[in-house]
């Protein structure tokens, strides 16, 4: 199931932090996203951002927090109201504050469940959509994008898978090689062999082979031992590995960052994904090969192109304001610019590749066109 996003409104870290471990620890950390303030100013313009992005599935909070969310008769969000014996149903529904853990869990998860039931996830889709990451050689950039991206819509309550199918896999530069949660999971290896195997039309748990990483706000897989595995992987098998994670029912969008050379895995990017986003940078080496890649496939497939083009969005990453060359063919159209930041080029500290706030906000603007999501403006950073 799609996990359910909670909203914590609650003053002292002290009942937050025992709340969040118990979760990230128990059997609920895969069915619940809870995004915590501590901060009633900041919990009142979170609320307010609501209406341009996925709304939480149920809020629990303070009196003294929810008095500050304007909108919330108007709104079909639950809301439970956090007491120790005090008259608070004004607020909401009481909801006992101090009691056993699992129990207060429980209450929510099954508040939420209500809300959720019937529900579809994103732009109507039965199955995760797909955004596919493309560029047409290394070095663009094009892993940042793509975890930037799924860090975003993470916090954003959407729930997210980060798929890697690059033979040089350098996401673990930005999330470590250990588990967030303590579970390792079976890993891509297994699951390949599994769907090669074949499991009688019975959908696959993912959540069996992947790991949490919290620095992304994402699942994903550990990166295989094996290159040859990725190496030998057929554009079907690929495409078969994209769509039983986005079709298994956990997962509201699922970015599959793709090898920057035209192959089999590239390929099957480009058939599998409902959207693309394509990366160029302003020199000439750049655009010379993204021309070339795109020569081969209106040659091979000129009917694939033309489909591709109606999904793909050509973003220039490391944009300094103005265009130096111009785009390598006619058909193409710049749809979006990823700004360049001088402090990344002499860095030792990785994590700050995730927390720029001018990228983030270009990062922001380019999730809200991908999910077709009105345009407001930027929330404050939660306490979570």
């Not at 729930?159 to 079976?186: C, I, K, P, Q, R």
């Not at 069996?208 to 290159?227: K, L, M």
Request: charged share 20%; with cysteine; aromatic share 8%.
């Amino acid at each position: 199931m799609i996990p359910v996003k909670v909203v914590l409104a609650v003053e002292s870290r002290d009942y937050i932090e025992p709340l969040l471990n118990y979760v990230h620890g128990s059997e609920y950390a895969r069915r619940l996203r809870v995004t915590a303030f501590s901060q009633p100013e900041a919990f009142r313009q979170y609320m307010m951002e609501t209406a341009g992005m996925k709304k939480p599935d149920v809020v629990v909070g303070e009196a003294a927090f929810l008095n500050l969310w304007t909108d919330r008769e108007a709104s079909d969000i639950p809301c439970l109201v956090l007491h120790e014996g005090e008259q608070v149903r004004e607020y909401g529904q009481p909801l006992l504050k101090y009691q056993p853990l699992s129990e207060l869990v429980g209450f929510i998860l099954e508040t939420a469940r209500q809300r959720t039931s019937g529900q579809q996830s994103v732009n109507s889709r039965e199955s995760g959509m797909i955004i596919g990451m493309v560029a047409a050689s290394g070095g663009l950039g094009k892993t940042t994008a793509a975890l930037n991206i799924a860090k975003q819509l993470g916090n954003e309550g959407y729930s997210v898978f980060y798929l890697n199918l690059e033979t040089m896999d350098s996401s673990s530069l930005f999330t470590g090689s250990g588990s967030s949660n303590g579970a390792e999971g079976e890993g891509l290896s297994r699951l390949l062999y599994d769907l090669k195997a074949g499991h009688d039309g019975n959908p696959l748990s993912i959540a069996s082979y992947c790991v949490r990483r919290s620095e992304i706000q994402a699942d994903t897989f550990q990166p295989v031992d094996n290159r040859k595995e990725l190496m030998d992987m057929t554009s079907d098998e690929a495409v078969e590995l994209i769509r039983t994670i986005a079709e298994s029912g956990q997962y509201d969008v699922v970015i599959v960052d793709g090898e920057s050379e035209n192959g089999d895995r590239a390929q099957a990017v480009l058939e599998a994904s409902h959207k693309l986003i394509w990366l160029l940078a302003d020199d000439l080496m750049s655009m010379h090969k993204c021309g070339l890649w795109l020569d081969v496939l209106e040659a091979m497939q000129p009917e694939g192109l033309e489909v591709m083009l109606t999904k793909t969005r050509f973003v220039v990453n490391r944009y300094m304001g103005t265009m130096v060359n111009t785009l390598p063919r006619d058909f193409m159209e710049l749809s979006g610019a990823l700004p360049y930041i001088p402090s990344w080029k002499q860095m030792q500290h990785r994590e700050l590749l995730l927390s720029s706030p001018i990228y983030q906000r270009e990062i922001r603007q380019l999730c809200r066109e991908l999910l077709n999501v009105e345009t407001v403006t930027q929330p404050p950073a939660a306490w979570s």
